[in-house]
């Protein structure tokens, strides 16, 4: 076993999610994972807690959208919600070995899935914000994300441990210096009232008014690197281009364009996939309105690879969700739907707080 995978599930395990004795631990992820579930199956062991795993495989998903009834797409088995009522932590591996294997599903009825999950979501996000229940999701190397990315397996790989930090001596001390440096935005950041963002084809304000800035540093998301806060649902008004084509159940929309006002994308425009850009906008009431803007940190990752636990990272850009919000960030909008969009401003962008400049060109001027 590649000994970055032992790292890995140390670093979860003893520092992400800080498993311990006499905690359940649900470990869940497809089979292609199961180098990385059996690492931290192992750990969570060691601690003295008591882990299960859930195996999936990824044509039972494409297979039910595809061939299932309504009924059978609306089905929710009722353990899912008690399980997730009863674990103590909770560990997500994805591991794609086609990246587009649901390029072909009918959107409606992927909406119709995403719906009939919501029960189990909102037990998740409720634990999540009362802090009741530790989580963290991560991504296995497979050869389709390589190809996303453009690389070899072993590039991947190689990307992918380092944007972890596990290619460190202690990767646990490399996350909480993290921590710390992000402490400081977050700090500077805390009693702002507007943002705004300029770069190409781009100039939006919006409002942060009394929200709170949530430090990114390694506990829910492996990679991580991101100070992130939930807008003012009515304040966002201006455009955006997004810079990298928005992926979302194997369909990439590309050249997203949004216009905003009063908070509500009142038009919104792709080159490829637009269509589809706008049926999952028109999914319900809070689709077309922002859940969540986020400044990236992770130097360590500095290309798109069609994967947003990567991409929302990289080092200088900037990140929109439209749908829900957090409840931890004071961020109140409700939908079914929370997307994720990348604007690069590495080159030429800029972002401003309270009138001042925040971000030139990918690097914080204020607030480090």
Known sequence: ????????????????????????????????????????????????????????????????????????????????????????????????????????????????????????????????DDESIRWCLTLFPTEAYAQDADMSLSDFEDFVYKACKVDQKDPIAAWKKVRREQEKMVNYLTGKKKIRIVGKETDITFEVRDRTWINCCGTENMPDGEVFTGPVEDSANGTILFSFPACYNGREVENVHMTFKEGKVVKATATKNEAFLNELLDMDAGARFLGEFSFATNRGIQQYIKNILFDEKIGGTVHFAVGSSYGESGGKNKSTLHWDMVCDLRQGGKAYVDGKVFLRDGEFVAGV
Not at 37 to 57: D, L, R, S, T
């Open 1 to 128: 076993m590649d000994p970055r995978i032992t790292k890995l599930a140390d670093l979860m395990v003893n520092y992400s999610n800080k498993v311990s004795r006499g905690d359940l631990v649900q470990i869940g992820g497809p089979v292609v994972t199961m180098p990385l579930m059996q690492a931290v199956y192992e750990k969570c062991i060691e601690a003295g807690a008591n882990p299960f795993c859930e195996f999936e495989a990824s044509w039972m998903q494409e297979t039910l959208l595809k061939k299932g009834r309504k009924k059978q797409i609306d089905f929710l088995p009722p353990w899912k919600t008690d399980q997730i009522e009863a674990v103590d932590c909770l560990f997500r591996f994805l591991g794609e070995t086609n990246t587009r294997a649901l390029s072909g599903v009918d959107p409606k009825k992927q909406q119709q899935r995403l719906k009939a999950m919501k029960p189990v979501r909102d037990i998740m996000h409720r634990r999540m």
